[in-house]
Nanobody, 117 residues
Framework: QVQFVESGGGVVEAGGSLRLSCVAS????????TGWYRQAPGKQRELVAS????????NYVDSVKGRFTISRDNAKDAVYLQMNSLKPEDSAVYYC??????????WGQGTQVTVSS
């Protein structure tokens, strides 16, 4: 069974940057469109960015457009999320998983991102 492992979170000041990384064990991130999700306390988990490996097509939720960039490394079978100009409202636990609901694997532990004002 596929398990996603996220890393790279931390505590930064508003305006700062972080780069998150995601690899899959027992599977591959290249098989299907893969996305980064986030869940803040008391809020539903939302898909913030996704990428299709073959063609590199990316999609972003409006709130992160122009600030976040999703990318992939085919050789390392990894997906990244470069987050710039971070805002306090970006604070959340970030997860990666397949972007298609019917293919979604069990959620990993995620990586905490905290942006201080």
């Amino acid at each position: 069974q596929v398990q996603f492992v996220e890393s790279g979170g931390g505590v930064v000041e508003a305006g700062g940057s972080l780069r998150l990384s995601c690899v899959a064990s027992g599977g591959t991130v290249r098989s299907y469109p893969t996305g980064w999700y986030r869940q803040a306390p008391g809020k539903q988990r939302e898909l913030v960015a996704s990428i299709v490996f073959g063609v590199g097509t990316t999609n972003y939720v409006d709130s992160v457009k122009g600030r976040f960039t999703i990318s992939r490394d085919n050789a390392k079978d990894a997906v990244y999320l470069q987050m710039n100009s971070l805002k306090p409202e970006d604070s959340a636990v970030y997860y990666c998983n397949y972007a298609r609901v019917e293919l979604r694997a069990p959620w990993g532990q995620g990586t905490q991102v905290t942006v201080s004002s």
